[in-house]
Structures are given as structure tokens and as C-alpha cells.
């Protein structure tokens, strides 16, 4: 039998309370603490909670007051409940792998100087009634963003990749990071689907970070979307949205003399082309492009094994097939 990992997975959902519960029990068997933050309603009875606290799963309900800063708050109020050193949030539909917690918990535990860490990510999806599976986030092969503080800013934004997000962290250091991302968002609310790299440029505040080379994260992409529930749905774009994150920023870096916000918001730029305006992408790519993937109908990766080798990287077999066969695909 495998060890349970030393730390507590925050689970937060908002709806598709299946699946949350499929994950939170999911997590119960390979690492020693779970915490649920439940927001749908109605709540689980009394009976429902005292089953998952047998399984080492701590059932938390949320009470929505139509927080645009819900979800931050949900992660601290998990992230308070915790009795271990280390913590790792995860979304409802999302599954990581023991292989790539140990290697992280590992990683932390070897180099003092790293605050969190994260490893490789893929994501699994349905075409033509098959599985096939693609890779999120190439920036997270090699990341190492290890240096003083200005210079770690600078190395997040140009090799942009939602690694604090999905990070293990010492427990400490996220609390106080979240708290931060939510009084910057307190400060100035807004919508935006830039309102995580605010998080993530706080989490460089924080401390060093790296990303392993180990499957670590297998995303469901399958499910129907949450916004089919009535979750947020981001959809603005522009060159407002920018402008809008550029002043939440200076609120966040407002203590700090020597970061230059341009420099930053240059790489957020060439990493989010799908947020700018029409009018900085040209209209005859962007035809050419719908053309082409109507006539070159690409392979799809069915096969994991193939495509983890092919990408370099590192897995367990029992593992991976251990956490397929959890989720409902």
C-alpha cells in the first residue's frame, strides 16, 4: 500500500456536486487530509459529513453572498482548516497525481529556498466519441523561477503558466498570498479572466518556485462546462482589460520601487493574445487559420503512454490509471 502524502488537498467547488465529492474522496485515499468547501445548495446533511470526516475529508459549507472574490476566499477559509505543513487547492474536476505530489512535496522538503512547487499538466478530452488527451501549459517544462524578487515578476509574466494556482505550497505562504489577491481584488473588484494572474504575480512576492518534470495535474475537460451551471463566464476582451489589470497590479507591487509594471505587462501581453482587441490581430490570420483547421485534421494522442513519452514526461503507470479510473469520463 502507498503512503498517504503529508498534505491537505482544498477542494473548492461551486456546483456538479458529483464530481466534487468523486474528487474529494478521490484525494481521501492517497493523501492524509481533505478539505471541501461546498458552496451549491442545499448543504450535505448530517449524516453525508460525518461519513466523508471518516475519510479524512473535512466538509466545509459556504454560504454565497454574491462575492465576485468567492472563489479566493473559499481557498483561505479551506487553507485555515489545514493541519499540515503543506497545502495544494484544487479545482472540483481536477485530479493530481500521487507520483507528481510526492515529487513536489519532495522538491520543497530537499531546497528550503522554493515556496511552492508544481509539475507537468495534461488535459483529457472527448472528439468523435474518443479519449484523447493534449498537454497544458508548455511554459511549465523547465520553469524555474528561482532570483530576487523584481526579476522572478519578470520571469512569470514573459513564461506565463498558472503554476502558483496549482502549486503545493507551505501553508503559511498561501494563506497570506490568497489574503493578498483578495484585498487587491477588495480594492478594485472586476470580473476578468486576468484576475488569477494577479494571484500568480503575488505568489512571486512570496517566494521562489519551480515546476518538475513529473505528470502532476490531469485536467477533465469533458464534463459539461460550469458555466452550463451558472458560473462565470469570462468574456471580456480589450485592451480595457489590460488597462483594468495594469491598475490592479500597481495596487498589488505598491510597495516595491524597483519592479518595472511595464516590463510585466509586456509579457502578460504576448501571453494572452485571445483577451486583446480584433484590431491587434489581423483579421486575414485569423480566416486563414479557420480555413486550415477545416482542411488539416490533426492526430489525436489517444494513447497516454505515447504521448507522455513523446512530451519527456515523467509518469507511473498504476498511478495515472489509478486516476483515470477515478474521474467520470
Known sequence: MKNKIDVTVLVTSFSQREITIETANYYSEICSEVVLVDEEQPHLPV????????????????ISRGYDGAIYEKRQIAATHSNNKYVV???????????????????????????????QTISVRRSESKIHFTQSWKNLIGYQNINKVEQRLYYHANKYAPLAHYAVWKKKSYINV??????????????????????????????????????????????????????????????????????KLNVLLKD?????????????????????????????????????????????????????IDNKIKYDKLDVSNLLNSMSL
Not at 47 to 62: C, E, L, Q, V
Open 47 to 62: 449524516t453525508d459529513i460525518s461519513a466523508m470526516k471518516n475519510r479524512g475529508i473535512t466538509y466545509i459549507p459556504y
Open 89 to 119: 487547492h484544487s479545482n472540483h474536476d481536477e485530479r493530481y497525481t500521487y507520483y507528481g505530489l510526492v515529487a513536489c512535496v519532495a522538491e520543497l522538503e530537499n531546497d528550503k529556498n522554493l515556496t511552492f512547487c508544481a509539475g
Open 178 to 247: 490568497t489574503k493578498e489577491a483578495l484585498k487587491t481584488h477588495d480594492f478594485m473588484p472586476s470580473t476578468s479572466m486576468l484576475n488569477d494572474a494577479i494571484f500568480e504575480l503575488a505568489a512571486d512576492l512570496a517566494g521562489n518556485s519551480k515546476a518538475v518534470p513529473e505528470l502532476y495535474l490531469i485536467r477533465n475537460r469533458i464534463n459539461i462546462p460550469m458555466a452550463a451551471f451558472g458560473a462565470q463566464e469570462w468574456t471580456e476582451k480589450g485592451d480595457f482589460v489590460f488597462i483594468d489589470f495594469e491598475k
Open 256 to 308: 516595491l520601487n524597483n519592479v518595472q509594471i511595464t516590463l510585466i505587462m509586456d509579457g502578460l501581453w504576448n501571453n494572452f493574445p485571445f483577451i486583446r482587441s480584433d484590431r491587434f490581430i489581423s483579421k486575414t490570420v485569423i480566416i486563414i487559420k479557420q480555413k486550415l483547421r477545416i482542411l488539416i485534421k490533426k492526430k489525436l494522442n489517444t494513447n497516454i503512454d505515447n504521448f507522455l
